[in-house]
């Protein structure tokens, strides 16, 4: 079993740095218009040619209600008509994929995300997973890992009910925060009890695995309160915990400019807020995954993680890395072989794009040969807080200390302060330095130089 992260304060502050959650390497900030849908084509004939699983994103931009903090792509509305265009588009996208990739390439994983996929009717539920059934490949044995993003405000018994005869096996719930001043600030009001009903009618349906999201650094959040939210959270005994840094970018994304930023906890309060709430999941006995996320000792991510199976793609920790990505809907990203491809981000151009008979893919990457040699480097790294130097040597052909000669001086004062461990065989990512594993795998990042560091948020 990994030894426990261990907390240290003057290394965090020393370390903590805005930069890349690395769902991707290269990530999505390198994404060019040089690469459109003749590229995706090409990647989905590749992946028919080696019958390669696949793994589907579905993205349902649709809020009845905005949320302060949100940054997700999304359309604020409280008119339901509005998804019926937008699921026609989606369903003409769903077909044009479709007939490049073979039958045989099994869906081992699906995940609806948003947005909030449950805005949609179960009228319309019931439409688009009959035609992503009849599209894909998808598994009747409920072997497969199909999972949906909940907002417990749009969801009750008979949506979960809905949800589980469509095949949906996992749940990721949205709860940010307990605290009615929290709520308010933020604009999403939530009770427990909303929350409570819809975890009880998941375990009640035989649901595999239930997620709940929790933010820290919202306005008005104390170490007090928030450890409140966790103890709540604690005894509703969900399978995985996702606790994230709420970066506070009004520039970027105009509706976190309705947060009054004097009403943010400090840094100081931030990192309180964060040992308490790893002490408390620690006792309670969730496994530190990495990067926000921990799991119970018995869930597929932490047992993949002892076995060192364990990837990472845009759906985040995953235990189906070997899958074609194939992201659906309104800015949604595939990773398929050696290419990452984006459809635009405006639902509009969507839908009119796809009116026409063609991909709304707007942007993309195609990897070159370093890029997957970092990529195999960052992986290694956050999923495992390991890497052994013979296993890159061997796969990609090079002499590991070599070829990334120039970032020794980086990497050993990286090792004399705690962070890693470090000689001519491997890099240990210890204790004290899991939460801030993204340091490390910035170092291998050939982009960061060129790249605003702005655009990203704190590694805490």
Not at 173 to 192: K, W
Not at 317 to 337: F, K, M, N, P, R
Not at 382 to 399: G, K, M, R, W
Request: hydrophobic share 40%; glycine share 6%; charged share 20%.
């Amino acid at each position: 079993m990994l030894d426990a992260i261990r907390w240290d304060t003057d290394l965090i502050r020393r370390y903590d740095l805005a930069g890349p959650r690395y769902t991707s390497y290269p990530t999505a900030v390198q994404f060019n218009s040089q690469v459109g849908s003749f590229d995706l084509f090409h990647a989905l004939r590749d992946s028919r040619k080696a019958l390669r699983p696949l793994s589907l994103y579905v993205h349902v931009p649709f809020c009845a209600n905005i949320c302060y903090y949100c940054a997700c792509n999304k359309v604020i509305t409280k008119d339901r008509g509005r998804a019926l265009p937008y699921l026609q588009r989606l369903e003409q996208e769903i077909q044009l994929i479709a007939c490049h990739l073979d039958p045989a390439q099994k869906v081992e994983q699906l995940h609806f995300g948003g947005g909030t996929p449950t805005f949609l009717s179960h009228d319309e539920l019931r439409q688009l997973m009959a035609q992503l059934r009849k599209s894909f490949n998808l598994l009747d044995d409920d072997s497969g890992d199909y999972g949906i993003e909940i907002d417990p405000r749009e969801a009750d018994w008979s949506t979960m009910g809905l949800l589980r005869e469509l095949g949906f096996n996992r749940v990721s719930i949205g709860l940010q925060d307990l605290d009615p001043a929290v709520q308010r600030a933020v604009n999403r009001l939530q009770s427990l009890e909303e929350t409570r009903a819809v975890i009880d009618a998941a375990r009640t349906l035989q649901f595999r695995s239930i997620n709940i999201d929790l933010i820290y650094g919202l306005p008005r959040q104390t170490p007090e309160n928030f450890a409140h939210t966790v103890d709540e959270v604690i005894n509703l005994q969900p399978d995985r915990l996702s606790v994230f840094n709420y970066a506070h970018l009004p520039e970027r994304f105009m509706p976190q400019r309705r947060i009054n930023s004097d009403e943010l906890p400090t840094p100081a309060q931030k990192l309180e807020i964060l040992q308490r709430t790893i002490e408390q999941l620690t006792k309670a006995g969730y496994r530190y995954i990495g990067m926000d996320h921990f799991a119970l000792p018995d869930d597929e991510l932490a047992i993949a993680q002892e076995e060192s199976t364990l990837q990472r793609n845009f759906q985040g920790y995953t235990t189906h890395g070997h899958c074609d990505l194939i992201g659906l809907g309104v800015s949604a990203i595939s990773q398929i072989g050696d290419l990452y491809c984006q459809n635009t981000s405006d639902i509009a151009q969507y839908q009119n794009t796809l009116a026409t008979g063609q991909l709304a893919t707007s942007r993309g990457l195609v990897c070159n040969a370093d890029d997957r040699l970092r990529r195999a480097v960052i992986q290694q790294l956050i999923c495992t807080f390991s890497l052994e130097f013979v296993e890159i040597e061997q796969a990609f052909n090079i002499d590991f200390r070599g070829y990334f000669g120039q970032l020794w001086p980086q990497l050993l004062t990286m090792a004399d302060d705690g962070l890693i461990s470090l000689d001519n065989e491997r890099i240990t990512v210890l204790p004290a330095g899991r939460l801030l594993v993204r340091s490390v795998c910035m170092v291998f990042d050939a982009y960061l130089q060129q790249t605003n560091q702005q655009r990203f948020s704190r590694v805490i």
